[in-house]
């Protein structure tokens, strides 16, 4: 109160309270004053006078409720509630309930657990043409929703329409409530119903004709079922059906709008629906379309000349305007508009889909106009298309600068120069050369150094490498494999790449890999990628003595960098619904198989007397690892357009080494803790299970030394939408690995089903997010609760700082 005190003394008054002309009158102290003579002093004069005063005083003024700004005959409107009530059961109640919720206005003014603190930033730009008070009003203020803004008449009208439009015929009533509290009012609706009516019989058209009869065709797909309640909802969702069946059967100049319903009600609160054809409709509508002549132009424009030149006949193709960039038949594996056939929407939407999905083009469009100089037969029409093609730039270079954040922990600035060739052999094959590098160090604690040098190792990494890929737009095997009713095109990728790391005090390592595999989408939210030949060969180059001490010190480390030959097969499935953006629920889950020298053991040879086998003069690994991700985002506003959600992650990674493996390749186990783990640890600073390194100064060895076979991690996050760009988050994580086999070195490690939930490491924070869309910087701040051997070494937050959102 006192600080609320000292904030009116800094507002000065020009006027003493009379009315001036129709301006609005405030109560201010008991006292009446124009609204606009209230004005704010400088926030630079506040601060220099109050320093001490002037942050409590802009919460407390951002926290308000927002009634002090409402005049005086005036309340402020906070929102309405909506209640159906009948003497019968009243089908899809709370549907019924939310789409009589969505007639309602105006909208109250937002609030955040009963504040409205946008109403006190529009209040500081009232009355200001410029400044900061009126940028910040114009940017983030809102002015107040008053009652008598609200037209219950209007409102209630608009419900009394909706609940016809839900079979709701015999007398509904809606009735409005205002309730008053202090400067603040409701109005809530009450809807009174009866028996809603429900459909009886359902007519199809019946005369012989070829439209009537393909609208009966499509009758057994119906969305309009006996006994259900009256929807003009679902009557037009019908017709949207129907038109589409005829779209899929020749109808190309159908429309919705020609269909129409005809029902008639009859007693026991029941309908009788009659759809028809509407008898004035053009005649083109009601008749079907075959093509007749399919042109395929791949360097159309603005200022298309390609209309003088003489096409390429190619499988009754007419193909302009050569094959110097495309060949003909890139184009038309991608086209599914086949002359002589029927024209069918489903294959124009895909022939659309699948030439964009070639990455060569900038824009597709496809025009269709009637064959004038071909008449109609039997009833049938014909129709010549064009497709029509803009071309990307078919080379192009590109570079960034990165700031690169990893899962080891490792952060630091990058960058990447790419060059890209869209038409490499001139079959829409795409070669992507990639050089890249990065300069990356890991957050070291006081105190933390190799205890021989008394140095801080391996916290300082440099990499450059180069790679390419070539990524062939169909399915390169020894059989023949066509996806006819995917709307996206397939892939065959050849991969190969060099990279060279460097960890310094520590080693250099040299890493190799030649991949070959298959990527494609059965339908948009499913996607499979299938890698038959994944070979990845490291090479460990220079090490210092303190590796090499750390090697004679942790045998399985020595034999987890050594053995680097991973002869692999893998295959990853990915199922995410977060492209429907409209859905409250979104999805996303990736599982995926990697199978290692199973192949290769079949022909190796033996290495000596205790030695693994080897392939190639090299030992290989072998082993089985399977990942699965599971993520849900759930959106608690109905409102599409908001970012306050529910999000939580499960992950869950096992790997299997056997035959010629004892121990997983180094660059294949699991770390647990990290600005995208559990954030209240350090990278890798969580497990295997229990084990704690003895020597908590030895960064180098409990770096490497904390790894495992088995992860299991669980995340949990709200997320909320603060002022624009501004997003807050509240987090809980939990997660740990663990060895498969005992290690003496590692007392605890192994993992035991009984009580791996009790070696969880787990953390819990807040952070804000700025999100401009094609950038999130994101920073959190995490506070240990538990840790797998039990109380955290450390009680501080831990603070994250990273690019993106942690999932």
Known sequence: MAVMTKLMTLMRTTSKGRRVGGREEV?????KADKSSFQLLSPYKLLNAYPHTLLPCILLLAGCSGTRFVPENDKLYTGSA??????YKVPNETALTTELESVITPKPNASILGLRPKLYFWHMGEGKTKGLGKWIADKYGEAPVLLSQVDTQKVKNLMLNRLYN????????????????????????????????????????????????????AQAGSLLKVGDPYNLNVLIAERTRIDNALKQTGYYYFAPDYLLYEVDSTEHNTVDVYLRVKGSIPKRAAKPYVLNRVTLNTRFGLTDTTESIKPILYQKYRYVPDEKVFKARAITRATFLYPDSLYRRRRQDQTLSRLMSLGTFKFVDIQFRPARQKPDSAGYGFLNAQVRMTQLKRKSWRSELQWVTKTNGFSGPGFTV???????????????????????????????????????????????GIN?????????????????????????????????????????????NLNYGYSWKTKITNEHTFKPIDLQFVRLGSRTDAFDRLLDDKPFLRTSFLQQFI??????YTYNTQMYEQRRNQVYFTGGIELAGNLASLFGQSGGTGKPDEIFGQAFSQYTKVDLEFRNYFRVSQDPRSGNKIATRVLVGLGMPYGNSSIMPYLKQYGSGGPNSVRAFAARELGPGTYKPVDQTQTAANFYDQVGDLRFEANAEYRQDLIPYVKGALFIDAGNVWLVKEDPDRPGSKFEAKSFLQQLGVGAGAGLRIDVQFLVIRLDAAYPLRAPYGTPLSQSPRLNLAIGYPF
Do not use: C, M
């Open 82 to 87: 909506v209640k159906v009530t009948s003497p």
């Open 468 to 512: 390419a890929q070539l990524l062939v737009p169909r399915f390169i095997a020894p059989f023949d494999i066509k996806l006819r009713e995917s709307d996206f095109q397939p892939r065959t990728t050849f991969g190969a790449g060099y990279r060279y790391v460097g960890r310094r005090g520590l080693f250099q390592e040299d890493f190799f």
């Open 166 to 217: 839900n079979g709701f015929f015999a007398g509904p009533v809606v009735q409005s409530k205002v309730t008053a509290k202090g400067r603040a009012a409701t109005v809530d609706y009450t809807a009174k119903v009866q028996k809603a009516y429900t459909i009886k019989e359902i007519h199809f058209p019946d005369r012989d004709t070829l439209i009537d009869n393909d609208i009966r065709k």
């Open 567 to 572: 002869p692999a097969t893998s295959y990853l």
């Open 418 to 464: 790419q060059f890209r060739n869209r038409s490499a052999l001139r079959g829409a094959e795409q070669l992507l050369v990639n050089l890249n590098g990065a300069f990356e160090t890991r957050q070291v604690g006081r105190g933390q150094t190799d205890a021989a040098s008394g140095t801080a190792l391996g916290v300082t990494s440099y990499e450059l």
């Open 27 to 31: 109560s201010w102290q008991g006292k």
